[in-house]
């Protein structure tokens, strides 16, 4: 079983920062890719950011380029989500999925972002 912890949400106030860390524990067999979803009220998950395990290549939503780095520590089977120039509507519940090289998915339980003066 594969558990997923995330952590680092909170307040902010637009344009401030905030860094979502997500680590992973468990029976891991191999990672494929680690992203970072968000799910706003009202509205449907969305897709936030992607970065492979092996190689480490990501990719963005249009929306948070620029703004939004993802990362990884393999030793630490962690992926970190950097948000600067927060907006407003970037306010959401962030979770983190696991993908294995077997397509197996799981989900972390969320973290609150809430971007307000």
């Known amino acids: 079983q594969v558990q997923l912890v995330e952590s680092g949400g909170g307040l902010v106030q637009p344009g401030g920062s905030l860094r979502l860390s997500c680590a992973a524990s468990?029976?891991?067999?191999?990672?494929?890719?680690m992203d970072w979803y968000r799910q706003a009220p009202g509205k449907e998950r969305e897709f936030v950011a992607t970065?492979?395990?092996?190689?480490?290549?990501?990719s963005y939503a249009d929306s948070v380029k620029g703004r939004f780095t993802i990362s990884r520590d393999n030793a630490k089977n962690t992926v970190y989500l950097q948000m600067n120039d927060l907006k407003p509507e970037d306010q959401a519940i962030y979770y983190c999925?696991?993908?294995?090289?077997?397509?197996?998915?799981?989900w972390g339980q969320g973290t609150q972002v809430t971007v307000s003066s």
């Open positions: 999925r696991l993908t294995t090289t077997r397509l197996n998915f799981y």
């Open positions: 468990g029976t891991i067999f191999t990672l494929y890719t």
């Open positions: 970065i492979r395990w092996s190689g480490g290549t990501t």
